[in-house]
């Protein structure tokens, strides 16, 4: 069965402080997706990245960085130099990637990023 | 906008009733996921059509069924409602290209 764990639940910053958001993840399936998506106040799910398994190279969107390691099953993502409109919910997903197979995502149960001034 | 259509926005209904929920995926996507949200469940996966056939189940209660139709719309219905069915309840359709969630539907029981 696929499982997502993200330990932290709940983390405080100020802004311009760098933060890592933990990611564990565990399945049996050798070609997978990891995904993050993050939830703002207003409550919709925005994408941010989706990784296959295959691409372990770490990628790095403007303040937004992530960290792949196959060996120890992570995904780690990190916000550089936070802005109080980082603050939201973050979470980690998981879906199998087979053709003909279902991409249903299971997700970690989110991380509560507050940012403050 | 991205692209994948749910409504209501807001649903408050009492317990005992049955409503529906509708999402239109994103332009070309066969399939549409739903997805329960709530605070003691977190993020969870209902079910999945894909191109009108059911193609993955999750955590779904009998009293919730759901259906995607030809022109790929689906609906949810919740029926016989509790006031632990109160959450926010999310669509999203997917294709090779990315996974895409609609804004919700929150669903209060009263």
């Known amino acids: 069965a696929q499982k997502v764990t993200q330990a932290q639940t709940e983390i405080s910053v100020v802004e311009k402080e760098d933060v890592t958001l933990d990611c564990v993840y565990e399945?049996?399936?050798?070609?997978?997706?990891l995904f993050w998506y993050k939830q703002p106040p207003s409550g919709e799910l925005v994408f941010l990245i989706r990784?296959?398994?295959?691409?372990?190279q770490n990628e790095i969107s403007g303040r937004y960085s992530w960290n792949f390691q196959k060996s120890t099953s992570s995904f780690n993502f990190t916000i550089t130099a936070s802005q109080v409109v980082d603050s939201a919910v973050y979470f980690c997903?998981?879906?199998?990637?087979?053709?003909?197979?279902?991409?249903?995502?299971?997700f970690g149960k989110g991380m509560k990023l507050t940012v403050n001034p | 906008d991205s692209g994948v259509t749910q409504t209501p926005k807001h649903l408050i209904t009492a317990t005992g009733q049955r409503v529906t929920l509708r999402c239109s995926p994103r332009s070309g996507d066969l399939s549409v996921y739903w997805y329960q949200q709530s605070l003691d469940q977190g993020l969870q996966f209902l079910i999945q059509y894909y191109n009108g056939e059911e193609r993955a189940k999750g955590n779904i209660l009998e009293r919730f069924s759901a259906q995607q139709f030809p022109d790929l719309h689906s609906e949810l219905n919740l029926s016989s409602l509790e006031l632990g069915d109160s959450a926010l309840y999310f669509c999203a359709s997917s294709s090779n290209y990315g996974y895409t969630f609609g804004s919700g539907t929150r669903l209060t029981v009263v």
């Open positions: 990784r296959n398994s295959f691409d372990e």
């Open positions: 997903a998981l879906s199998e990637a087979r053709q003909g197979g279902s991409e249903k995502l299971v």
């Open positions: 399945t049996r399936d050798t070609t997978y997706y």
